[in-house]
């Protein structure tokens, strides 16, 4: 793989994000790979400002090989189509690159990953955000938190305010859309929209001031 640092050093960008792509379509740094049918990978181009990082692929995205195309996928859309983010001009990628789910049926139902699968894939986003260089990461979720922080992390304890990182970048932690799917009051749902909304537009202007 191009080293990240002599990318950003004259070394082609494209070719050192091709290379990781395909590093990362044989990955078997955790058992997840033996029953997931592909690396789901991050996209988006190759500078964007502003990186959002989801849990972990699901049914949908382990089979199209690409994150965020689910029922999930599709209030990111929404949400971020209202705060204004075009999705062309950020990079989307999960903290977890492969499918961890139990068998009912004929259905893969999801279940989350654990710490030490957290940890085996955080050095993945760590290339990515070494190549990137992002100026604002979004965490949607938990899972998400805890990878782009380095440590355990609560949507409640962080929600909402600007945590400085590594290498210059702002995170910037919130909810993961799926925890919209799940409620059942209408009422509810779409406040926990609009407050989502608001936490995306926060991050957008962060990205102008970092």
């Not at 957290?118 to 899972?143: D, H, M, N, S």
């Not at 970048?169 to 909304?197: C, K, N, Q, Y």
Request: proline residues 6%.
């Amino acid at each position: 793989m191009a080293d990240a640092r002599r990318s950003h050093e004259g070394v082609n960008i494209d070719a050192a994000w091709k290379a990781l792509r395909e590093e990362a379509g044989a990955c078997t740094r955790c058992p997840l790979y033996r029953d997931a049918t592909q690396t789901v990978f991050g996209e988006g181009p190759p500078h964007a400002r502003m990186m959002f990082v989801g849990e972990q692929p699901g049914d949908q995205e382990d089979l199209a090989g690409k994150p965020f195309v689910g029922p999930a996928g599709r209030i990111f859309d929404q949400a971020i189509e209202a705060a204004r983010i075009d999705r062309d001009e950020v990079y989307v990628t999960n903290a977890v690159k492969h499918f961890k789910f139990e068998r009912r049926g004929k259905r893969r139902i999801h279940s989350k990953p654990n710490a030490g699968e957290i940890k085996a894939c955080r050095w993945w986003f760590e290339q990515e955000t070494a190549l990137l260089r992002p100026r604002v990461i979004v965490a949607l979720g938990a899972t998400a938190a805890r990878s782009v922080l380095g440590r355990a992390a609560t949507i409640g304890r962080e929600r909402g305010r600007p945590i400085p990182l590594e290498e210059g970048a702002t995170g910037w932690v919130t909810i993961h859309p799926s925890f919209l799917l799940r409620m059942p009051d209408r009422a509810r749902s779409e406040a926990e929209f609009d407050a989502f909304v608001a936490d995306l537009k926060a991050a957008r202007a962060l990205v102008d001031q970092t």
